[in-house]
């Protein structure tokens, strides 16, 4: 390519001109890309609380706080949903309490229930109080539902009744392998088929 | 959003400002150079005209300097420059003649405001010292004619006549407080000059000193003034029915514990006293809470409360910032408007848009409710917009970082 010196600061090669404004311009864009792929990940991991009232409560270590929500609660991240009549939050237990109409709805489970206990660290989950849970066709109900984030695992006990793909089942205890999608029924474990036979 | 709308005020931490900001006005200004977060003064007795050794420490970033600044009397013209090539001046002009002067300096003082604190209190000793020297010289012909006289019958009669050292030096020593008061009574349209108390305790504010003892026993209320000027107010909107009141320059309204605690410190450039509405305005206004954990109290301010301006109710005992407002804590943030202080039951409160500040999370709300001592706050929602917390990043996250 022949170099055709320019009256400007830019150069011009073969009617292609690339000055000096085309490089800044350049680099803006590469740096806007960098700054979106950065934000990213900030933005997935976004959580929030809310409701109609928080309390705000100091604990003895510095910048560790107890939130109380006072109605309406709601605490969503980018993979799930709980709403509640109340919430408490203890930030250095890292410990999340949900009482009254607690709902919890992702992608895969539904899960109602008087109160939700929820250990962030551990990622578990622990519906207690006409607990109700909703998974691939299937609706139950139980006395606890616990649900392990990290093991994707799911555990029903205390009278389980429920229908699965319009089969009715019992069972002291289910277990859900929700990794394998695979359902396993303990203790005096019953299941009605459609055509009337267990 | 509400950040947007914030003025660049806002986000200053009140006090000491940039050295730079100061010197602006000046040829031999080298810009943030230095920002010191100290001014310190030397012990030595300040005289008019006299150059004062100054010390300014910036701690950040380990620097500091050394240099000089005058004082000039009211009415001359203001010199006084810090040397290694960074600049200020602390005279002040006439204030009654030149008004806009008043509001140059004035700005100096609040921009160096320790520094005036120190120096304005030894001022006002040498004012009075020197209002009563000059007093004293018109004397000086006749007390020189006496000294002869009684010097030349010393000479004549075998036993001397005693001198009268009272009348050769002027006392020091300001005027009692009863006298002064009574000045103030008598005559209020010439305080201006004559009033250069620095300190009044009590709950009154106008007609110089008033001093109550007993009340500093007592949760009362201290009034501490660099400046009375007599000087009547008009307020704009003549609908208030509020009558004219005085002034007060660089005042600070402290109030006590049961125990002579300090709880709060009220500062600001300029207070006004609205006699019949019982009302104190301050602009700007800023807040030092002493209020620690458990009903005690700190030695140092636990959080700072900053406004445009702000009202003091002395009936209802509120304390109001209009406008703008912040409060910061050494763990919080809160950026708010129209933030109340209840003293009665050791409220602050907002029913304006809030955002709370914490090390990993913003909190939004319509409002706040919270105690004295930050230990417990309610952020209120509305209807229309809930109250909420946000954490960019997963809680869990930022606790196993930490």
Known sequence: ?198 | MLLKELPEWWWKRPGLGKLSDICERSDEIEPDEVKPDEVKLDENELDENELIPIELVDSEQGASGSGEASWVKPGAEQSGCMKSGLVYSLGVRDWEEEPGRMRESQAIQSQLKQAWVKISTKINKKREFTRVSRKLKKFIPTLKFLLFFVFFLSLLLPVGCEREPAEEQPSPDPEPPQQHEEMVEEDRTDVGDEIAEDKIVGDEIAGGEIIDEEIIDKESVEIISEEIIDEVLLDEDDSLGLEPGQMVRDARLRLYSEDGSIRWEVSSKEAVRRERAAEISFYPVLVDSFTGENGKFNSEPAYELAGEEGHYLEDDQILTLKGDARLESRELLFLSADISWQLESNLIFSREKTIIKGKDFSAYGQGFEAEADLSRLNLKGSSGERARIVWEGSIHEENTEQ
């Open chain 1, 1 to 198: 390519m022949k170099k055709i010196p320019s009256s400007n600061n830019g150069l011009i090669y073969s009617g292609y001109k690339f000055n000096f404004s085309s490089k800044v311009f350049a680099a803006i864009l590469v740096a806007m890309l960098l700054l979106i792929v950065a934000v990213t990940p900030l933005q997935a991991s976004y959580q929030e609380l809310e409701g109609d009232d928080i309390y705000i409560s100091a604990l003895e270590e510095e910048d560790e706080y107890l939130f109380e929500v006072r109605g309406n609660a709601l605490f969503k991240t980018k993979d799930f949903e709980i709403t509640g009549g109340e919430a408490d939050f203890h930030s250095i237990r890292e410990e999340l309490e949900f009482r009254r109409n607690v709902i919890f709805s992702s992608e895969d489970i539904w899960v109602s229930a008087d109160k939700l206990f929820y250990e962030l660290a551990q990622e578990r989950a622990l519906f207690s109080g006409a607990a109700r849970l909703k998974y691939q066709g299937m609706d139950a109900t139980a006395e606890e539902v616990e649900h392990l984030g990290q093991e994707e695992m799911l555990y029903l006990t205390g009278g389980v009744e429920g229908v699965r793909n319009g089969e009715e089942f019992s069972a002291r205890e289910v277990e859900i392998n929700l990794a394998e999608e695979k359902i396993n029924l303990k203790g005096q474990a019953r299941i009605l088929l459609p055509g009337g036979g267990e």
